[in-house]
Structures are given as structure tokens and as C-alpha cells.
């Protein structure tokens, strides 16, 4: 099936925030311009929707009763335990009605098939149905929707809660999910679409103090390695769009494919959950990050708009760091027309990011505003990671050893770009590192650092703009792991900027350019005409073109903004 998506974010047409929502230095509106980011796309994929419903239709209505056959809007069951205890077949439908409340966890206990997904929704009228596991009478389960070891589901049309508050016996007090879809390891689980969620208010009942063990999410999917001598299976063709999610002590969405015991089989390609599409979700206010992928190979990350990552919202529940997205032990990933703002933290809480051990990243027309960590970060033992035509500002402002509304000092100060050999158990360089066609604008009042450790890393025809009262690189740390050292071309440096960075660029241009940072969209920080860079020689991405990349091409045709690109003489920046 081909189907024709507008690709344009939740900002494109609505307010993102007022200033001091975003707690961040500009004044007015933040907002990115009608049609900034926006772009029709053809999308050749398969989808779990079925072209005709063949199953039982079942209602449930908070006035309803257990005790009736649910086959009809006045013969409604009651509460979720029935649906949970019910056996459903391939092609059945459950609705619930609309404007109704429904405690405790729903458990789907059935699989539909590939011909007919086994569909939750809702009926009626009025505000979204609304599930809720947060205040049980017998305590509060770790997930409000449980779907374990069940495939082929499509959720839609609820309202999800789980703010636990109250243990329940043999129970994770110290996380919460308003939907898990767990694969234990069983077989190979494949087919989920979740559209036309709100997903909010999911917090423990006491928050684990190890960051990386906190896996609070609004939406997770958690698959574990199959066991030694069984099959290796993974979770595939998830397609999660056109949701809400506010208010979490971590994630937003989600994605882990644990990786095996056996280190050997660690590359195996059924050790990557495969086919994730997450397009055009809005997430605010989060403890953590909207997205993470971990162990996904063949991901889509677009048109997504993240807000206020690392939210200090219900602190002692919450992680309060993050970035809007990162990628971790993936392959094959694209992130494009997502907008993230207002990202904090001590420690990453970057618009996005790259973390460790990640292959094949594509990050392109992006835009990133008021986010303390980094413009641009990309950590250790990654390879070929293509960060183009994105639009950075503000990024980078945090400041190290100073007090933080979370009550710690950050020891990692902000960067404009920070290429790190981070990674765990020890260091390692990532390689193949391509910064190309960027736009990057300070803060008054902001100095962030640069850093540059990669083997074969280059950074071409960017521009980095300091505004009066900020500059660029008051501390520059560059790392030659390679013959070459970082390579610089062509690349544009306005204000003050510094000469450790700039001499590094044998081609630097330095025209005056005059950019206002307090800017209220995307158009604000174009850059003039007649700026020319350097041709590029594009790196390879070899997913584009297939699959659920079909609409994704290896050479960019176009800027930010939608400008066609000359291939012989492109414009310096983003567009």
C-alpha cells in the first residue's frame, strides 16, 4: 500500500510555548513558522490497519455491566478486568466510551493476525476514554495496558494514566508505563499501531536512584534476548504517530531490544527490533527524553516536536535529564523535521543525540532551540553518523559547578558541538563523522565549549554565528586520532569566535552576519544569499531508498527551508 503523509510538525501551526514556559533566555514566542518544516512525502509501507474489520465489535461503558453480552452500546460491559479475562479473536474490536474512566490494568490477553489486528478504541462522542491503573484498591500495577508475548494490536482513541500510588505486592515500586508491550523472548512478535493517544501523568511511587535503571515510560517497548540455544527473536513493524504524551518520569516513547548475554551474537540482525516509525507525536514535559531507541535496526524518527525534556515537573519521581532523542546501539536510523525545545539537565539534554555504539545515522532537517546541553553531540564507538541541514539555537548554554534547580552541580559544560569517544566499558572513538551544511547561533550571554574527538570527523560548510555579548569556543578541546585531524572546510564563523576553531578551517569565511537569537521561527535564522560553500562528497546512507526509507534519499536535493541544493556550489548553513 502507498500512502501520501503530510510531514509537518505539531509547531508548524500552533504556538509551541510562551518564554517562560521554556525557562530559557529568548523573549517573546517561540514558534516555528507555517510550512518551515513541512513536506509531503510518499510513503510505500505496509500498514496494520485492515482494509475491512471481520471480527465482533465489544462496548464498554462505566454504566454498563460485566453480567451483559457487550455486543452492543446498550449492552455494554463494565470494567477492563472483563476485557482482560476475555479471549478475543483475530478482527474483534473493543470500544470504550467515550468521556468514561475505567481503573485498574488492562491486559491483552489475545493476538490478532496479520490479516486482522486485534483493535482497543473508543465510541461515542466527547473527550478520549480514559484508562487509569495509578489508584488501585488493591495497590497500582506497573503498567496501566499490558501486552505480553501478544502481537498484531492497534490501540487508539484512549486517554492512559499511571501515577502510581500505592504498592502493590510483588510489584516495581520504582517504575511506572502507561502501555508496555513486552516480548519475553518467546517468539518473534511483530505488528502495533498506536495512534491517537494521550499518554499522561506516569510516574513511580519512588524513583530508583540509578539513572540508567530508571525505565519509567509513557509508551515502552521491551524485547529480552531469547535464551541461550533458543531461536533469536526480535519485535518489529511498530508504527507510533499522532500522539500526545506529558507528564512522565522518564521516557516518552520508548524502544529496547536487550542486548544478548552472549556478546559473540551481539551483531546477529534478530537481535534488533526492526521497522520502528515514530512520526508526528508531541511530547512535553517529560522527567526524561521523548524517544529512545535502543537496539533498533531500521528506525524513523520524524516530524516529532519534543518540549521541555528533563523536566523538573513531580522532581523527586522524576530523572529531570535528558535529551528529546537519542539512539543507542542502533543501525539504520533517520531523524528529520523534528523540533526539540527547551531541553535541561546536568548531563546531555541535547536537542538530540547520538549515544554509543551506533552504525549508519542520518540526522537532517532538525530544529533545535534553547537546549542547555549541546548543539550537536555524538558520543563513542559510533560509525558514519551524517548530521545535515539542521538548525541549532541557543543550544549549549549550560554552565558547570554553578547550583541547579535539581539540587546538584553539573560538571559537563555546554558545547556547540561535542564529538566525545564516550562510550562503556571503555573509551573508543567513534569514526566516520560528517557535520555538513549545520547552522549553529549562541545565546547572548553564552560561551559554549567546542570539542572534536573522532577518527576521519569533518565538519564542511556549517556556520557558526555568535551573537554580540556570547562567543563560540571558550574552550576548544581537538583531538587528532587520525594522519589528518578533524577536517574544516569552507565553513562560516560570524562573531567571536574562537581562533583555536576557526584556524582549524584553511578556507574559513568570516562575513558579519546579523542574526536576532530572540527570533520567533525557523525563518529567522536563514542565511543570506550568495554565502557559497564547498561541494560534498555525500556519505553513504544505505538504508535510503528501501523500505520504510523509501521516502529518504541519499543525497540531499534540498534545505531546510526547501530550497533546491546545488550540488557544484551549495550554500553555507542550513538554508
Keep these: 500500500m502507498t500512502i501520501v503523509l503530510p510531514v509537518c510538525h505539531f509547531v508548524a501551526s500552533t504556538v509551541i510555548a510562551t518564554i517562560g514556559e521554556l525557562g530559557g533566555h529568548a523573549k517573546g514566542i517561540a514558534r516555528v513558522g507555517t510550512g518551515a518544516l513541512c513536506a509531503i512525502v510518499t510513503l510505500g509501507l505496509t500498514v496494520v490497519v485492515p482494509a475491512t474489520q471481520a471480527g465482533t465489535i465489544y462496548y464498554v461503558s462505566e454504566s454498563g455491566s460485566d453480567r451483559d453480552d457487550g455486543l452492543s452500546p446498550e449492552s455494554p460491559w463494565k470494567s477492563v478486568s472483563k476485557v482482560s479475562r476475555t479471549r478475543f479473536q483475530p478482527g474483534d474490536v473493543i470500544k470504550f466510551r467515550a468521556g468514561d474512566s475505567f481503573e485498574g490494568q488492562l491486559i491483552v490477553s489475545s493476538s490478532g493476525d496479520a490479516d486482522n489486528a486485534l483493535t482497543f478504541t473508543r465510541y461515542g462522542d466527547g473527550a478520549r476514554p480514559l484508562l487509569d491503573a495509578g489508584n488501585g484498591r488493591r495497590g497500582a500495577p506497573v503498567a496501566t495496558i499490558l501486552i505480553e508475548d501478544k502481537d498484531h494490536i492497534i490501540l487508539s482513541g484512549l486517554e492512559v494514566r499511571n501515577f502510581r500510588q500505592r504498592s502493590r505486592d510483588n510489584t516495581d515500586d520504582a517504575n511506572a508505563y502507561g502501555i508496555l508491550i513486552k516480548n519475553t523472548g518467546r517468539r518473534a512478535l511483530k505488528g502495533f499501531e498506536l495512534f491517537d493517544l494521550e499518554v499522561r501523568d506516569v510516574y513511580p511511587i519512588k524513583r530508583r536512584k540509578a539513572f540508567n535503571l530508571n525505565t519509567v515510560s509513557g509508551i515502552r517497548i521491551e524485547t529480552r534476548p531469547s535464551k541461550p540455544g533458543s531461536p533469536v527473536v526480535n519485535t518489529s513493524d511498530i508504527y507510533i504517530h499522532d500522539n500526545v504524551i506529558r507528564y512522565t518520569g522518564r521516557f516518552g516513547i520508548a524502544v529496547r ?62 530523572v529531570t535529564r535528558g535529551s528529546g532523542a537519542w539512539f543507542f546501539r542502533s543501525k539504520n536510523i533517520v531523524a528529520q523535521y523534528n523540533a526539540a525545545i527547551g531541553s535541561r539537565g546536568h548531563n546531555d539534554s541535547s536537542g538530540l543525540h547520538v549515544d554509543f555504539g551506533n552504525e549508519n545515522i542520518l540526522v537532517q532537517y532538525n530544529f533545535f532551540y534553547d537546549n542547555e546541553g549541546y548543539g550537536t553531540e555524538i558520543l563513542g564507538k559510533n560509525k558514519n553518523v551524517i548530521w545535515r541541514y539542521n538548525v541549532s539555537v541557543g543550544d549549549g548554554s549550560r554552565e558547570p559547578r554553578v ?127 550568495g554565502l557559497l560553500g564547498v561541494a560534498v562528497e555525500h556519505p553513504l546512507f544505505p538504508a535510503a531508498g528501501i523500505g520504510i526509507f523509501s521516502h529518504i534519499s541519499a543525497i540531499p536535493h534540498k534545505d531546510i527551508f526547501g530550497n533546491p541544493v546545488s550540488q557544484d556550489a551549495p550554500k553555507v548553513g542550513a538554508g
Design 257 to 318: 531490544h536487550r542486548a544478548p548475554e552472549n556478546k559473540s551474537a551481539a551483531n546477529l540482525k534478530d537481535h534488533f527490533d526492526q521497522n520502528i516509525r515514530i512520526v508526528n507525536n508531541l511530547c512535553e514535559d517529560l522527567g526524561g527524553s521523548c524517544v529512545l531507541l535502543n537496539g533498533v535496526d531500521k528506525g524513523l524518527l520524524e516530524s516529532n516536536t519534543f518540549l521541555r525534556s528533563g523536566s523538573l515537573r513531580n522532581k523527586a519521581i522524576s
Design 403 to 529: 547550583a541547579r534547580p535539581e539540587g546538584i552541580k553539573s560538571q559537563f559544560p555546554g558545547k556547540t558541538v561535542f564529538v566525545s569517544d564516550f562510550a562503556s566499558p571503555k573509551r573508543i572513538v567513534s569514526e566516520d563523522i560528517y557535520l555538513y551544511n549545520n547552522t549553529y547561533v549562541t545565546f547572548e550571554n553564552t560561551e559554549p565549549q567546542i570539542e572534536l574527538n573522532g577518527r576521519n570527523l569533518n565538519l564542511i560548510n556549517n556556520a557558526f554565528i555568535a551573537v554580540s555579548g556570547s562567543r563560540i569556543g571558550s574552550r576548544v578541546t581537538v583531538v587528532w586520532n587520525d594522519h589528518n585531524g578533524p577536517q574544516l572546510s569552507h565553513n562560516l564563523f560570524s562573531g567571536l569566535v574562537s581562533p583555536a576553531f576557526t584556524s582549524l578551517d584553511r578556507f574559513a569565511q568570516t562575513p558579519t552576519i546579523k542574526i536576532d537569537a530572540n527570533g520567533s521561527s525557523l525563518e529567522n535564522f536563514a542565511m543570506p544569499k
